[in-house]
């Protein structure tokens, strides 16, 4: 079956989503998982081939092993690599073989294999804003103190902050490859916190971990002054098509709303639609406070003093003049996210209060 598109980790959070934005726009798509036997992960998927009949095959692939994307990829004009771990800091124990491996070497071994197949022509690349920066307080010492596609992150290390490390090394290596030939040409998406409903009940994305204490209770008693850069994942697999359709389209783009949201914001909207609206804060802890008991919680005095009482605004105007993107309201996302999130929990079986 000749495919239009590879879509590099299908069962992810946002790849099943642009699989799905994909069929539904008449595309063949290739898509790849690390393995077919994981039938959890691969539901969705084979649902998703059940509603399009002959236009989606799946492929086992390991960003590891170089070549393993080469059948994938075989006759497809577009490749969308959006594998790669996102694990939030707490989770990483190793950065280098949890996600510095992963997604350095994965990125290398798609893009040989990119460079080896005539057929194609436009590489979209899944990256993040924590590309551009490492910390939010190094969005201060940029212009206006508005984060734009134009820096790259210098801040961060496997020591700190591993996964923007990461993630910075994997774009940075895409795009030096990119250099190296004239066949064909890469876009990248750098989204922020990516928000909504899921496909894929087993996922680990960070994604959808990052809400997880609050929604089940356990920060009743309020939240710190933190913010989040957040989008729909709709909207970041719709900007992928996008930055594949358009030839105009180059560079990076940030996917993310204009204006950062609290924790205590995202209480609010998610307490209209909560089965139990009392188990989510409604006070913010003072900054004091957070500081003294922030290190029992996980959160160093270094990342609180980065992070801490910090916002920006991001610079997103590309996104929607150059890729047609339009953003739905927060409160409609979180409303989703909430959704699919109790739902997938009600299949397992757990309770709204209870812990894993």
């Known amino acids: 079956m000749k495919a239009d598109a590879l879509v590099t980790g299908g069962s992810g959070f946002v790849a099943s989503h642009l699989v799905e934005q994909l069929l539904l726009e008449g595309c063949t798509v290739n898509t790849t998982v690390r393995s077919r036997l994981n039938h959890a992960k691969l539901d969705p998927l084979i649902e998703l081939q059940r509603k399009h009949p002959g236009r989606l095959q799946l492929f086992e692939a390991d960003l590891l092993v170089e070549g393993s994307f080469a059948a994938a990829m075989t006759g497809c004009s577009t490749v969308f690599h959006v594998a790669s771990p996102f694990l939030l800091p707490e989770r990483i124990k190793d950065g280098r ?10 990125t290398q071994n798609v893009l040989r294999t990119v ?16 590309a551009i920066f490492g910390d939010y307080i190094d969005v201060l010492s940029m212009q206006d103190r508005i984060l734009s596609e134009r820096y790259f992150n210098e801040s961060s290390t496997l020591q700190s902050n591993p996964y923007h490390y990461s993630k910075v090394a994997a774009e940075r290596e895409a795009w030096k490859i990119c250099k190296g030939q004239s066949r064909w040409s890469l876009v990248t998406i750098n989204p922020g916190m990516i928000l909504g409903p899921s496909h894929t009940p087993t996922s680990e994305s960070g994604s959808l971990f990052l809400l997880d204490e609050m929604l089940r209770g356990f920060l009743f008693f309020g939240m710190p002054d933190l913010s989040l850069a957040t989008v729909d994942v709709r909207e970041v697999a719709c900007a992928h098509i996008q930055a ?3 030839p105009a389209a180059c560079g990076r783009y940030i996917v993310a709303h204009s204006k950062m949201t609290s924790f205590l914001e995202i209480a609010r909207v998610l307490r209209t639609v909560h089965e139990r609206p009392y188990l989510l804060p409604k006070h913010q802890i003072p900054n004091w406070l957070t500081r003294l ?7 160093s005095q270094s990342y609180m003093r980065n992070h801490l009482g910090i ?3 991001l610079d997103n105007r590309r996104s929607m003049t150059e890729l047609g993107v339009r953003y739905r309201p927060l409160e409609e996302t979180l409303t989703d996210h909430y959704r699919s999130w109790a739902a997938q929990r009600g299949a397992r079986g757990v309770g709204l209060g209870a812990r894993k």
Do not use: H, N, W
């Not at 073989?97 to 994965?106: F, K, S, T, Y």
């Not at 080896?116 to 993040?128: G, H, Q």
């Not at 008991?293 to 959160?299: K, Q, T």
């Open 97 to 106: 073989r949890q996600v510095l491996e992963p997604a350095l070497a994965g």
């Open 115 to 130: 460079c080896e197949m005539p057929s194609v022509e436009r590489v979209v690349l899944t990256s993040t804003i924590g």
């Open 244 to 246: 594949a359709k358009r």
């Open 293 to 299: 008991v922030g290190p029992f919680f996980g959160l």
């Open 311 to 313: 916002r920006f605004d």
